[in-house]
């Protein structure tokens, strides 16, 4: 069993920051990538940046240059840093990670979502 932890989210003004917080744990034998995907109301689920174990990171085109995703191994945690939130950017953040529970099981798991909510 593992269990993906959000925090973090809450009301921001347009301009502002936040920083978002995940935490793994639970049976983890190791953890792959990590990532945040984010869901607005009526829209789909979508991807917003992913980071490898080994520190490689990707971006939805929507957020480089503004937010910046960074993990600490050590902790199982990955972290979202969001600068010059738009409007556009509301939404419920979710974490996600690709685990492995032992060398042969392996699964993706997510958490229970943190919202952003961004004020013009």
């Known amino acids: 069993q593992v269990q993906l932890v959000e925090s973090g989210g809450g009301l921001v003004q347009a301009g502002g920051s936040l920083r978002l917080s995940c935490a793994a744990s639970?049976?983890?034998?190791?953890?792959?990538?990590m990532g945040w995907y984010r869901q607005a109301p009526g829209k789909q689920r979508e991807l917003v940046a992913t980071i490898t174990s080994g520190g490689s990171t990707n971006y939805a085109d929507s957020v480089k240059g503004r937010f910046t995703i960074s993990r600490d191994s050590a902790k199982d945690a990955v972290y979202l840093q969001m600068n010059s939130l738009k409007t556009e950017d509301t939404a419920v953040y979710y974490c996600?990670?690709?685990?492995?529970?032992?060398?042969?099981?392996?699964?993706?798991?997510w958490g229970q979502g943190t919202q952003v909510t961004v004020s013009s």
């Open positions: 639970g049976s983890i034998f190791s953890i792959s990538a």
């Open positions: 996600n990670a690709d685990v492995r529970t032992s060398r042969y099981s392996r699964g993706a798991y």
